[in-house]
C-alpha cells in the first residue's frame, strides 16, 4: 500500500517509464533521402482525435518532416499544424515555443504500426 505521495510518484515513474519510447515520436528531414534527426514530439490521442505536440521552432522552416518506421522507412507528416505563438509571434523572441499537429488518418494508420497513443 502507498503511504505518501512520493511513492506514489516513485510507483508511477516506473510503471509508466516502458511506454515512454511508444509515445514519443523522433521527427526526421531527409537530406539525399539520409535521414537527419530534426526533433521530437509526443503522440496525444484526445476522443477521436490523434495529435503530435512538438516544438514550434520544429516547424518553422522544413516543408516536409517525417517520422521513422523501423527498420528503415520514413513517413510524412500528415495533418494540419497549429503553432502557438507568445507575444511577440517570433518563436526565436518568445519562451512559448509549442505547435501541435492534428495528424490525419495515413499518419495515423501508419503511426500505429510502431507507436502508441
Sequence with gaps: M???IHEYY???????????PMCVCPIHELNNKVPIHYGSGVLLKIADSHFLATASHNLEELKY???PIPPDMHYPLGGKSYRIFGPSSIYQDDKI???VIKLNDQT????NTHYSF
Design 65 to 67: 518532416l517525417y517520422f
Design 2 to 4: 502507498i503511504t505518501n
Design 108 to 111: 495515423v494508420e501508419h503511426l
Design 10 to 20: 516513485t510507483k508511477l515513474s516506473y510503471e509508466v517509464t516502458p511506454q515512454i
Design 97 to 99: 515555443d509549442i505547435a
